[in-house]
């Protein structure tokens, strides 16, 4: 099983649409949860923090399971600048501070 | 957010040939920086961590003799890849760490490196 594993995509919605995303991990030890946003050609950039109560920037609403050991983000109101690879992003064991990335999922908002 | 800068953005060299890659912390000092290589529509792939004044600890399946990192300083680390060919041609990322917060990471730009 992939540390962390995501559903590639693409994701292909019109703008103003509702879009989820899933991942899981498989390190039960794992403490610290993320979603970066990565453009094309480009580094990535952190998105949101995931907490285990769940948390909501704007439009975006991330949820974390820890007994399934999966993560989810929510984007409402899709806008065309949306359109990224999104990244899943755990910690390497309870105490570690390396990062392991899911290989992201891909999303194009359209007009 | 913590800046932290690539140079070069992009490089082409000969295969043999080896490059060397800075990453820098502008403003703050970095105690830890790590490493990693994307191929296309891959995920980043952890090479290894980096501690200034201490030698990096390498990710399972990378070679330390090929990948020559040094973190002399608490605001730069430099890559090397010696004697290059055309597989090490990728995405080559590297991130800093602020303690005060936790394990969140910063990024730089990225190199890309074509070995032709």
């Known amino acids: 099983r992939k540390e962390v594993e995501q559903d590639p995509g693409p994701f292909n919605v019109p703008e103003g649409a509702t879009v989820a995303f899933n991942c899981t991990y498989s390190?039960?030890?794992?403490?610290?949860f993320f979603w970066y946003r990565q453009d094309c050609r480009k580094e990535p950039k952190l998105l949101m923090s995931?907490?285990?109560s769940g948390n909501e920037d704007g439009r975006f609403t991330a949820q974390l399971n820890r007994a399934s050991q999966y993560i989810s983000l929510l984007i409402r109101d899709s806008k065309l600048s949306d359109s990224a690879t999104y990244l899943c992003?755990?910690?390497?064991?309870?105490?570690?501070?390396?990062?392991?990335f899911g290989k992201g999922t891909t999303l194009s908002v359209s007009s | 957010g913590a800046v932290v800068s690539q140079h070069p953005s992009w490089v082409i060299c000969k295969s043999g040939t080896s490059v060397k890659i800075e990453c820098r912390s502008l403003?703050?000092?970095?105690?830890?920086m790590f490493w990693y290589r994307q191929f296309p529509k891959q995920s980043l792939m952890l090479m290894a961590t980096?501690?200034?004044?201490?030698?990096?600890?390498?990710e399972q399946g990378v070679e330390k003799d090929k990948f020559l990192i040094n973190h002399a300083s608490l605001t730069l680390s430099t890559l090397t890849v010696t004697s290059a060919h055309p597989e090490d041609s990728s995405f080559y990322i590297c991130s800093a760490r602020i303690p005060e917060q936790g394990i969140l990471q910063f990024f730089g730009p990225g190199t890309r490196l074509t070995v032709l």
């Open positions: 995931v907490y285990s």
């Open positions: 980096s501690n200034e004044g201490s030698k990096a600890t390498y």
């Open positions: 403003d703050f000092q970095a105690t830890t």
């Open positions: 390190n039960s030890a794992s403490q610290s």
């Open positions: 992003v755990v910690n390497k064991g309870q105490a570690g501070t390396a990062l392991i």
